[in-house]
């Protein structure tokens, strides 16, 4: 009865959250900007929250006794969702940063069997784990094989919800890899494209981008056939067939295609200008995408997107109602041991409209 409750919830809450965005831009000073959107259908009242170091975190195996437990070497910063213990995303004071998507379908996490409890690490425990634990890629690949990842039941608005999540990690130097529950494994892939979205499987999304070998951000050449000649109508011809619909697959591929064809840029400015501009093909406006067509489910946009600079230790953040682009710096952030953890509501108040009226010249 219990797995029926959370299938009918899960249809609730989750048929339509499936259009999370992720991607890594590399400047040519060696600046690595990752781009992340969140959206869902249900409010999720996001939260951005310090971590300091060395707080403490208890967790228990599925049988009530002792799991992975820790005490943070690095303090960090994440975003939550419905006032729950889970890190969607974040970053760390290292520039180590996970952003936790929603995998439909596939997702099974671990089992724990006789004698892995001290092992036992449920899954919404995972990205503060890889935050308060690491500072490279290689640190947590390292790690990963000591875990069992396993499903635990949060209460969501009264109800149990285990949420169906995989994830991305990417340091400072560039270097990122995916972390993927299917079938009750645990799967680690390099991520050398840093492009991530929802389902299907990571290695899918990979080989399925052979079929879109064609495209090219130059024009086609003009072509004659019995003496007339036919050119293309306007600019952007080569690209023709990159998807443009919202669903995970077709958002690998475009943004596969934005990042590795957009002019490289110099500097962390230029990387984070960039980054805007590549997220902006992505943006969920309310009421695009919908379920079937008589349900009720809530409509799904894009709540949230973060830029994390991963150098410089900046996260950069913006709302759907709130355009403005803000910024938290890290290095400013007091994460001493016994420093009080603080936060700041994702969706907050418009900032005022820059008035450059006076600034009109003749």
Same mark, same amino acid.
Request: charged share 20%; net charge neutral; aromatic share 12%.
């Given at each position: 009865?219990?797995?029926?409750?959370?299938?009918? *919830?899960?249809?609730?809450?989750?048929?339509?959250?499936? @259009?999370?965005?992720?991607?890594?831009?590399? @400047?040519?000073?060696?600046?690595?900007?990752?781009?992340?959107?969140? /959206?869902?259908?249900?409010?999720? $009242?996001?939260?951005?929250?310090?971590? %300091?170091?060395?707080?403490?975190?208890?967790?228990?195996?599925?049988?009530?006794?002792?799991?992975?437990?820790?005490?943070?070497?690095?303090?960090?910063?994440? *975003?939550?969702?419905?006032?729950?213990?889970?890190?969607?995303?974040?970053?760390?004071?290292?520039? *180590? +940063?996970?952003?936790?998507?929603?995998?439909? #379908?596939?997702?099974?996490?671990?089992?724990?069997?006789?004698?892995?409890?001290?092992?036992?690490?449920?899954?919404?425990?995972?990205?503060?784990?890889?935050?308060? #634990?690491?500072?490279?890629?290689? $640190?947590?690949?390292?790690? *990963? %094989?000591?875990?069992?990842?396993?499903?635990?039941?949060? /209460?969501?608005?009264?109800?149990?919800?285990?949420?169906?999540?995989?994830?991305?990690?990417? =340091?400072?130097?560039?270097? +990122?890899?995916?972390?993927?529950?299917? =079938?009750?494994?645990?799967?680690?892939?390099? #991520?050398?494209? &840093?492009?991530?979205?929802? @389902?299907?499987?990571?290695?899918?999304?990979?080989?399925?981008?052979?079929?879109?070998?064609?495209?090219? %951000?130059?024009?086609?050449?003009?072509?004659?056939?019995?003496?007339?000649?036919?050119?293309?109508?306007?600019?952007?011809?080569?690209?023709?067939?990159? %998807?443009?619909?919202?669903?995970?697959? +077709?958002?690998?591929?475009?943004?596969?295609?934005?990042? =590795?064809?957009?002019? $490289?840029?110099?500097?962390?400015? &230029?990387?984070?200008?960039?980054?805007?501009?590549?997220?902006? #093909?992505?943006?969920?406006?309310?009421?695009?995408?919908?379920?079937?067509?008589?349900?009720?489910?809530?409509? /799904?946009?894009?709540?949230?997107?973060?830029?994390?600079?991963?150098?410089?230790?900046?996260?950069?953040?913006?709302?759907?109602?709130?355009?403005?682009?803000? @910024?938290?710096?890290?290095?400013?952030?007091?994460?001493?041991?016994?420093?009080?953890?603080?936060?700041?509501?994702?969706?907050?108040?418009?900032?005022?409209?820059?008035?450059?009226?006076?600034?009109?010249? =003749?």
């Amino acid at each position: 009865m219990l797995r029926k409750a959370l299938i009918v *919830l899960f249809g609730f809450f989750f048929a339509q959250a499936i @259009a999370c965005t992720h991607f890594k831009i590399t @400047a040519q000073d060696g600046t690595v900007v990752i781009g992340r959107s969140l /959206e869902f259908g249900p409010n999720l $009242e996001s939260n951005i929250i310090t971590v %300091p170091r060395d707080t403490a975190f208890d967790n228990k195996a599925p049988d009530g006794s002792a799991g992975v437990s820790w005490k943070n070497k690095f303090g960090y910063v994440d *975003l939550n969702g419905f006032q729950l213990p889970l890190a969607v995303d974040g970053m760390n004071e290292k520039g *180590l +940063s996970i952003g936790a998507l929603y995998f439909p #379908n596939k997702i099974q996490y671990q089992t724990v069997s006789t004698g892995e409890d001290k092992h036992a690490l449920p899954y919404y425990a995972f990205g503060d784990w890889v935050l308060g #634990n690491f500072s490279t890629v290689a $640190e947590v690949k390292a790690a *990963l %094989p000591t875990l069992r990842v396993y499903a635990k039941a949060l /209460e969501v608005q009264g109800k149990p919800t285990t949420f169906p999540l995989h994830y991305v990690i990417t =340091d400072a130097s560039g270097q +990122s890899a995916v972390v993927e529950f299917v =079938d009750g494994k645990m799967n680690v892939y390099d #991520n050398k494209l &840093g492009v991530f979205t929802n @389902a299907p499987s990571f290695p899918w999304q990979l080989t399925n981008l052979r079929n879109y070998a064609n495209l090219s %951000p130059y024009s086609p050449a003009a072509v004659k056939v019995d003496g007339i000649e036919y050119s293309a109508t306007g600019q952007g011809a080569g690209m023709f067939g990159l %998807p443009g619909d919202t669903s995970p697959p +077709s958002r690998f591929v475009k943004i596969a295609f934005l990042v =590795d064809t957009a002019k $490289e840029v110099p500097d962390a400015a &230029g990387a984070l200008n960039l980054a805007q501009h590549i997220m902006n #093909n992505v943006d969920i406006p309310f009421g695009l995408v919908r379920g079937v067509k008589g349900d009720n489910s809530p409509l /799904e946009s894009t709540q949230w997107v973060v830029f994390k600079d991963l150098k410089n230790h900046v996260l950069y953040f913006k709302s759907y109602d709130n355009q403005t682009l803000q @910024a938290i710096y890290l290095d400013k952030l007091n994460f001493a041991k016994g420093a009080k953890s603080m936060k700041l509501p994702v969706e907050n108040k418009q900032l005022p409209i820059a008035d450059v009226t006076s600034q009109l010249t =003749d």
